[in-house]
């Protein structure tokens, strides 16, 4: 797995968590990347995106103000930090590197995925 997502865990609601995204093979740091995630019987939903230079940082309506992606292209590593989270916020959290050096909330727009790493908020 070239993208690997890891942080994810259980934690009280009002919380915070950090995600990590570890780019094994080092081939996207030009391009833009993203985090999406997905609960159960739901569709895969934007969280953020970022540019290949740290710039064009975006956010879903649903995690502005709590969330911040960020990334260290020297360490291939993408993050995000996860505040005030919400019982809401539990799902499956997926990284994507884009097929651009632009970011996107458009999934189809990922050429690369990680495999996931579980975020479990209880109310």
């Known amino acids: 797995v070239q993208l690997q997502a890891s942080g994810g865990g259980l934690v009280h609601s009002g919380g915070s968590l950090g995600l990590s995204c570890v780019d094994s093979?080092?081939?996207?740091?030009?391009?833009?990347m993203g985090w999406f995630r997905q609960a159960p019987g739901k569709e895969r939903e934007f969280v953020a995106t970022?540019?290949?230079?740290?710039?064009?940082?975006y956010y879903g309506d649903s995690v502005k103000g709590r969330f911040t992606i960020s990334r260290d292209r020297a360490k291939n590593t993408l993050y995000l930090q996860m505040n005030n989270l919400k019982a809401e916020d539990t799902a499956v959290y997926y990284c994507a590197a884009s097929r651009s050096a632009v970011g996107s909330s458009v999934p189809g727009h990922y050429a690369k995925w990680g495999q996931g790493t579980q975020v479990t908020v209880s109310s």
């Open positions: 093979r080092r081939t996207s740091s030009n391009n833009g």
């Open positions: 970022i540019a290949w230079n740290g710039g064009n940082i």
